[in-house]
C-alpha cells in the first residue's frame, strides 16, 4: 500500500520533474491519497513439493484479483469465489496471469509504486509505502530483495531502489544550485503490536 498526504507543494524541480512518471495509470493523481497494490508470489519450495493447486487468478487488464475457496475433493469444481479490484495488481508465478499478462519483476513493481513516491517527496509531499501480510507472503523479498545487503542487481527490492533513487535526485537537484537537501533515516518494526526502533543501540 501506498500513501500520499496532501501538502504545500514546492516548487517543481527540474529533476523532479524528469522523474514523474507519464503514465497516468502509474503515477499518483492528485485526488488520491492512498493506492493499494497487490502482488501474488510463486510457490515456494514447499508448497511444488506437495503438489499444492493455486487457488488465486489474477487479470492484469481489470486488474483483479480472483480467491477461490478449496477445490472439492468428490467433484474436483470449484464451488465459490470472491473477486477484488486495486490500483495496482502483480502477478509474479512463472506462467502468465488469466489475461495473458505475463509475470512481473522486481524492476517493474519499483517503477509503478516506488518511483512515483519518490517524486512527490522532492514535489513537497509527504510519501509513504508499507506492506502488509502474512508470514511467508513475500513481504521481504518485495520490499528488500533476495540479499538484503545487496545494493543493486535484478532482485533488488523496492527499499534499496528507492533509497538509491532518493540520492541520485537529491545530488542532481544540488547540482543544480537551487537548494541543499538533508537525509534523516528511521527504521522501525511493528509486530505483534509492539513497536521496535531497528536504528537502536541494543543494550
Known amino acids: 500500500m501506498s500513501s500520499r498526504k496532501k501538502t504545500t507543494p514546492r516548487p517543481q524541480t527540474a529533476a523532479a520533474a524528469a522523474l514523474t512518471p ?5 503515477n499518483i493523481g492528485e485526488s488520491e491519497s492512498v493506492q493499494v497494490s497487490v502482488r501474488v508470489r510463486p510457490f515456494d519450495s514447499r508448497e511444488t513439493n506437495a503438489s499444492l493447486t493455486s487457488v488465486v487468478a489474477m487479470n492484469s487488464k481489470s486488474r483483479t484479483v480472483t480467491i477461490f475457496n478449496s477445490l472439492s475433493k468428490e467433484k474436483n469444481v470449484i464451488t ?4 477484488f479490484q486495486f490500483d495496482h495488481v502483480f502477478w509474479s508465478l512463472d506462467s502468465p496471469d488469466e489475461s495473458g499478462g505475463e509475470p512481473v519483476g522486481q524492476a517493474e513493481v519499483y517503477a509503478t509504486i516506488g518511483r512515483p513516491l519518490v517524486a512527490h517527496a522532492f514535489n513537497g509531499f509527504n510519501s509513504c509505502l508499507f506492506a502488509y501480510g502474512q508470514t511467508g ?6 520490499m528488500m530483495g533476495a540479499d538484503p545487503n545487496a545494493v543493486g542487481g535484478a532482485d533488488a527490492g523496492v527499499t534499496p531502489r528507492l533509497c538509491l533513487e532518493l540520492f541520485q535526485m537529491r545530488e542532481r537537484i544540488e547540482a543544480e544550485g537551487h537548494s541543499k537537501w538533508s537525509v534523516e533515516v528511521g527504521y522501525i518494526e511493528v509486530y ?6 531497528l536504528l537502536a543501540k541494543r543494550k
Open 22 to 26: 507519464m503514465d497516468d495509470e502509474s
Open 80 to 83: 465459490r469465489k470472491k473477486t
Open 137 to 142: 507472503s513475500g513481504k521481504t523479498y518485495t
Open 192 to 197: 505483534n503490536e509492539r513497536v521496535s526502533d
